[in-house]
């Protein structure tokens, strides 16, 4: 395992741990680089650096911007971020605005199937009203006993298709991108075997975000099969791009992967964290 993490979550976001718990975990499992990344949102980064810095864990500044790309909802990671900077601090502000009446429509939506209180429910489970989503949904779903587990949740009512999904239009790519780069930052495709794109979607998106300024792309993530850390492994090194890794942990017993180790990026990447001065703690730049 890498003792590296550049992609995970906090009560910030929908996380289930607060900013300072979690690094705390994370350095308790041995990570020496990682990067807290919620969603649309820089607000635990404060203390999660400052816990970081205690600990003697290298931190940097992240954050995770929801995106539409044609008819995809997309994340693009931010990595070494100024998240003072006005044109993130706007550009996530404006994402925030749409997320309570998205949360509202997904609960009318499940109250069409018999599910009332969903909103209130879910927002119960939310650290910061702003940044209510899909993962507070499904928590409160399976408190309530109306489903198993989180995982069974989604399949069941939060996709496409589903009555609790409620489509949005996010951040713009190029918008999203240009907040990052702005910012100092660099700019990653997030868990890129998620996306049910096909081989010419997915080169399209690269060539879109390349264009845009994008630089790297999560080759290990804890949504990735060995097969597809292999296949992102060899997409980033035909494009270009530097290659991250992180476990898109959210919660305990959530998720493939726990925070702060991920598994090591093929020999052929070039690691993201070759970028960041941060990086002076690992013991060299490769996993």
Known sequence: ?????LHF???????????ADVIARAAERGAKLVALTDHDCTAGLAIARAVAEEKGVAFVDGVEVSVTWGKHTLHIVGLDIDPEHPSIVAGLQSIRDGRVQRARDMADGLA??????AFEGAMAHCGNPEMIGRTHFARWLVESGHVKDVRTVFRKYLTPGKPGYVSHEWAPLADAVGWIRDSGGVAVIAHPGRYDLGRTLTERLLEDFIAAGGEAIEVVSGSHSLDETHK???LAQRFGLLASAGSDFHAPGEGARDVGLTQPLPPICKPVWSRFAASAKLEDNKP
């Open 112 to 117: 069409k199937v018999g599910i009332e209180g």
């Open 9 to 19: 979550h906090s009560t910030a976001s929908d996380g289930g741990l607060a900013p």
């Open 1 to 5: 395992m890498t003792p590296v993490d």
């Open 232 to 234: 992102y492994a060899l």
